[in-house]
């Protein structure tokens, strides 16, 4: 754990360890909603993202894993500003995996093997 985890209590993990409903913070450390899924390929792990219940509306969003900063036990941090926050595009539902404690996977049609 570095000096930085251990002082806010938060424990940097993996991109498939991320915690189920947990906050999705702006780079202010606002939370603007919390993690519904992860989107990525487990076999080859790559993560694509993340798709976030947001606090106002209904329709989840999606986050882009180049805007995520850390992912911690607690949170995932990302390097959006509020006014990026609020125009996140939606997420467009398509093939679910379940991954345990993780939350739910998705893989995209588009991703192939090998």
């Given at each position: ?76 941090h ?5 006014e990026?926050a609020?125009a ?22 588009e991703w192939?093997?090998?």
């Open positions: 754990m570095t000096e930085e985890s251990a002082a806010d209590g938060e424990e940097q993990v993996a991109w498939i360890m991320t915690p189920f409903h947990a906050p999705v913070l702006d780079q202010e450390g606002t939370a603007f909603g919390t993690t519904a899924s992860l989107l990525g390929d487990e076999a080859s792990d790559i993560f694509h993202g993340l798709a976030v219940k947001p606090h106002s509306g209904h329709q989840l969003l999606e986050v882009a894993a180049s805007h995520v900063a850390k992912i911690t036990t607690r949170a995932v990302t390097d959006l500003s509020p990026e609020a996140l595009p939606l997420y467009q539902q398509e093939r679910w995996y379940h991954l345990g404690e993780g939350g739910l996977f998705r893989k995209r049609p192939r093997d090998g």
